[in-house]
């Protein structure tokens, strides 16, 4: 599977964004997705989680409520729509796949990896 996010840029504090993951290769609905970030001078984080079918997701307990994960299998896409966006949300965004779905998703255990997209708000 290979991974491509886009959707990011410099946004006020307070505005929404949406993500996106396109995946190549027809073992998209096969695999769980997920979105890690990494402010600099920090490590890779989770953020949110998404089963095969779309009907179980995770998130982090600091995005909860404001972050959304959903996924189009038939255009092989994720989606991340940040909502009420803060300043310490600033971070490089990745999409990640996995072959299965842990409750606890670590970057270690990730099966695929996308170049980033680059998420900036301002105050």
């Known amino acids: 599977v290979q991974l491509q996010a886009s959707g990011g840029g410099l946004v006020q504090a307070g505005g929404s964004l949406r993500l996106s993951c396109a995946a190549s290769g027809r073992t998209f609905s096969s695999v769980s997705m997920g979105w890690f970030r990494q402010a600099p001078g920090k490590e890779r984080e989770f953020v949110a989680a998404?089963?095969?079918?779309?009907?179980?997701?995770y998130y982090a307990d600091s995005v909860k409520g404001r972050f959304t994960i959903t996924r189009d299998n038939a255009k092989n896409t994720v989606y991340l729509q940040i909502n009420n966006l803060k300043p310490e949300d600033t971070a490089v965004y990745y999409c990640?796949?996995?072959?299965?779905?842990?409750?606890?998703?670590?970057?270690?255990?990730?099966?695929?990896w996308g170049k980033g997209t680059l998420v900036t708000v301002s105050s």
């Open positions: 990640a796949a996995r072959r299965t779905f842990p409750f606890k998703w670590a970057p270690n255990g990730v099966d695929y």
């Open positions: 998404i089963n095969w079918s779309g009907d179980s997701t």
